[in-house]
């Protein structure tokens, strides 16, 4: 069954987007292959209903089965593990909340 990964920076993280989008996440998605198959960047736009939502930025992780982000933090050598820890700081002032979810159904809208 596919799952989503979720990594999500409450507001006040102060994120370097910048940095982060063009940076960290590249890099990760790249070490996590070839079980990373998918991502996307979700940013809180400032104003109306946005500002009920607790965190400043979250990014989804699409893989094909829920164990497969244990498989590819398994790979990753004891320095590239501490690497991507010790990066916080380049990005954000506040760790993330992280959790995995089962895809239970999903579609589309192909004509759009």
Same mark, same amino acid.
């Given at each position: 069954?596919?799952?989503? &990964?979720?990594?999500? @920076?409450?507001?006040? &993280?102060?994120?370097?987007?910048? @940095? @982060?989008?063009?940076?960290?996440?590249?890099?990760?998605?790249?070490?996590?292959?070839?079980?990373?198959?998918?991502?996307?960047? *979700?940013?809180?736009? &400032?104003?109306?209903?946005?500002?009920?939502?607790?965190?400043?930025?979250?990014?989804?992780?699409? *893989?094909?089965?829920?164990?497969? *982000?244990?498989?590819?933090?398994?790979?990753?050598?004891?320095?590239? &593990?501490?690497?991507?820890?010790?990066? *916080?700081?380049?990005?954000?002032?506040?760790?993330?909340?992280?959790?995995?979810?089962?895809?239970?159904?999903?579609?589309?809208?192909?004509?759009?």
């Amino acid at each position: 069954m596919p799952a989503v &990964a979720f990594a999500a @920076y409450p507001k006040g &993280a102060n994120m370097n987007l910048d @940095y @982060y989008r063009n940076k960290h996440v590249p890099w990760v998605f790249g070490l996590w292959q070839p079980y990373a198959k998918a991502y996307r960047l *979700l940013v809180t736009p &400032a104003g109306g209903a946005a500002d009920s939502c607790p965190y400043e930025v979250i990014i989804e992780i699409d *893989l094909e089965h829920k164990d497969d *982000l244990d498989k590819a933090n398994a790979q990753l050598t004891p320095e590239q &593990a501490q690497a991507i820890d010790d990066d *916080l700081v380049n990005y954000s002032q506040k760790p993330p909340s992280f959790w995995v979810l089962d895809v239970e159904k999903s579609g589309s809208n192909s004509s759009a």
